[in-house]
């Protein structure tokens, strides 16, 4: 789609043409009518008549105000937003090795599809004098996730646990490790013969 400058777009006075097929303020169709014409309609709506399609023949022209206009070309610039949600891992520091390969899984797909993702670690009891298991652990995990993700920050322990925030690479850099892994190792189911 071509980009409209919203200080080329002729409106009122500035249109040339002699004829122009006309649309109204609520979208519907008016028909093609003379340029004078046109004016007046928009007049007497209150709002201002700008030339939308000016190579079409007859050009087509909109009554709409003008200021309306410029913010929803502004609007369609910018494009939809891409909407980021927060998602949550939680490890232990006595974690097995296939909890642990799923949780990065589930860490990875979350991150493949734009949404931050905290990490936490949460110790229990005596725990709490080895600290140094759970960061091993995070450390790890970002390590792994290392493909995807970039930390905003250390891992910090507050409280009874130690937290970290991850944001998605670009979408050039990422690559899939965990969910690869899964689809190529699955066993093929035998056809009975």
């Known amino acids: ?11 009122n006075a500035a249109i040339r043409a002699r004829d122009v097929r006309v649309i109204g303020p609520e979208g519907n169709q008016m028909g093609v009518m003379s340029t004078s014409e ?12 700008i030339e939308i399609a000016p190579n079409a023949n007859p050009p087509v022209c909109r009554i709409m105000d003008f200021g309306k206009f410029r913010y929803e070309l502004a609007k369609k610039e910018k494009g939809p937003k891409i ?4 998602k949550e891992i939680k490890f232990r520091v006595r974690i097995e090795q296939n909890d642990y390969a799923t949780k990065l899984r589930h860490a990875e797909e979350f991150l493949w599809e734009n949404n931050k ?4 670690l949460s110790f229990r009891g005596r725990e709490m004098g080895h600290t140094e298991l759970g960061r091993e652990v995070i450390l790890r995990a970002l390590a792994d996730l290392a493909h995807v993700a ?15 925030m ?11 490790r965990f969910t690869e892994i899964e689809t190529q190792t699955s066993p093929q189911p035998e056809q009975p013969e």
């Open 83 to 86: 909407i980021t949600k927060l």
């Open 1 to 11: 789609m071509a980009q409209i400058n919203p200080k080329a777009v002729r409106r």
């Open 166 to 176: 991850l944001s998605p690479l670009p979408q050039s850099k990422r690559k899939r």
């Open 38 to 49: 046109a004016l007046r309609l928009a007049q007497q709506y209150g709002a201002d008549l």
């Open 150 to 164: 970039t930390p905003d920050a250390e891992p910090r322990l507050s409280g009874r646990a130690i937290n970290v």
């Open 117 to 120: 993702v905290k990490l936490t």
